[in-house]
DNA sequence: TCGAAATCGTTATAATATAACATATCGGCA
DNA sequence: TGCCGATATGTTATATTATAACGATTTCGA
């Protein structure tokens, strides 16, 4: 049967467990797909920023690491998180200098606009389509190349604010 | 006679001390306009600032205020800094952790689009009405309040890919 | 002119990120 | 198989960005 496409937001009650499979088979996949390495070091730390929806910095992930053994140094973490962004499979929320996992399916990926719920902490990706057309157009009328585009908000999600579905 | 409104990205031969008088104006009445206090310390770093249309480093405005004979606390730069954010006659370039001058009219002011020329450093501000109704559009979807914004586009500037109109 | 609020100074430290160079591992290929 | 170049990781040091805590000073209205 067609699997159910996750919501953004992922309900409060949702089977992480599963959730968090399918996303480190997701991430698998993209680094095979593109010829990449997903070595252990990187999917320790891939595991320590796809365990929760929310951004995580680098220095929390040496903390969580170290409780599995050996304290990594920030550069080796930091090495291994630039690997994960490059293969797509962990953004970074500029407005926190943090990191998260991408939920969505790469393959069908388009471009995003990041949500930010400021109470709960959880980050979800929306299809921007519309957003990055205007952004294209606003681009152009300035004879402006765009090589990278930012776009977070910061609010309230629907959980928390009690408007849930 | 109406002035003229600037470009949003300067003509690389524009009057820059004309300019920069008005952003100093723009800045005053912004102050004033709001019952906030434009002092001495705020005045020297905005004035750092607003010195070109790049975003600057705090530790930066460190640097050349040493030059005018004492060496700020970061703290009291930063304290500075968070002052004319809240006046509006400073904004924070999230992708690179940087400050630059708002040279739009505060009065008329709507909300903006961030354009950041990686070739020349400059960074401009136009108008993003029509990003920003497509935002709420997409909030509005996910039932999320949004509180802030960030849109932020990196690129290269007509000046530089030699397409000046 | 008194007093509360705002501003600024001073010191220390937290939080985020990278440079430079050595060692180890992987994977193709002679 | 064993070498080699490329990639990845370890190690040490340091750069960069930002805030906490507390006291002194300034401002401005009552």
New interface residues.
């Given amino acids: 049967m067609a699997q159910r496409t996750a919501p953004?937001?992922p309900n409060p009650g949702h089977n992480h467990v599963a959730c968090l499979a399918q996303t480190l088979d997701r991430a698998r996949t993209a680094f095979e797909t593109q010829g990449l390495r997903l070595t252990d070091l990187r999917l320790r730390v891939f595991k320590q920023i796809a365990a929760s929806h929310h951004a995580v910095g680098a220095y929390d992930i040496i903390e969580q690491l170290s409780h599995e053994g050996t304290r990594l140094a920030p550069v080796s973490v930091y090495r291994a998180i630039d690997a994960l962004i490059e293969a797509g499979v962990v953004h970074r929320l500029?407005?926190k200098?943090a990191f998260f996992a991408c939920h969505a399916n790469h393959a069908s990926q388009r471009q995003n606009?990041v949500?930010s719920?400021?109470t709960c902490g959880v980050i979800?990706e929306?299809d921007?389509e519309?957003?990055f057309a205007?952004?294209d157009?606003?681009?152009s009328?300035?004879?402006?190349?765009?090589?990278?585009?930012?776009?977070?908000?910061?609010?309230?999600?629907?959980h928390c604010?009690g408007?849930?579905?």
């Fill in positions: 953004p937001f500029e407005s200098n606009v949500l719920c400021a979800a929306v921007g519309a957003v205007c952004l157009t606003l681009a009328a300035q004879q402006f190349t765009q090589t990278s585009r930012i776009v977070e908000l910061t609010g309230r999600c629907a604010t408007n849930a579905a």
